[in-house]
């Protein structure tokens, strides 16, 4: 049975930090790609940071470069978020997502809700 656990959000005052867990089961997790999304209510999911399967290349979208940091660690199955000087903005539910290159395969979490907020 496949399945990503998303852990670790929580509310946190401005320009706290943060960080996110996704742990995978039921396939080969070092063969994917591993995305963290965010969805904000009343506004689509959204790309926040992508790694590579050997975690040799890493992206972010421009509203978190500098702030957020992925990571993965392939031994333990888990793909990481830091959230680093959050700000209100960044409240939303994150999601994390499985991606295959080699085939159509993805999978996503259910998601773990971070609240910035004084």
């Known amino acids: 049975q496949v399945q990503l656990v998303e852990s670790g959000g929580g509310l946190v005052q401005p320009g706290g930090s943060l960080r996110l867990s996704c742990t995978a089961s039921g396939f080969t997790f070092w063969y994917y790609v591993m995305k963290w999304y965010r969805q904000a209510p009343g506004k689509e999911r959204e790309l926040v940071a992508g790694i590579t399967e050997d975690g040799g290349r890493k992206n972010y979208a421009e509203s978190v470069k500098g702030r957020f940091t992925i990571s993965r660690d392939n031994a333990r199955r888990t793909v990481y978020l830091h959230l680093n000087s959050l700000k209100l903005e960044d409240t939303a539910v994150y999601y994390c997502?499985?991606?295959?290159?080699?085939?159509?395969?993805?999978?996503w979490g259910q998601g773990t809700q971070v609240t910035v907020s004084s």
């Open positions: 997502k499985a991606e295959a290159r080699s085939s159509t395969n993805e999978y």
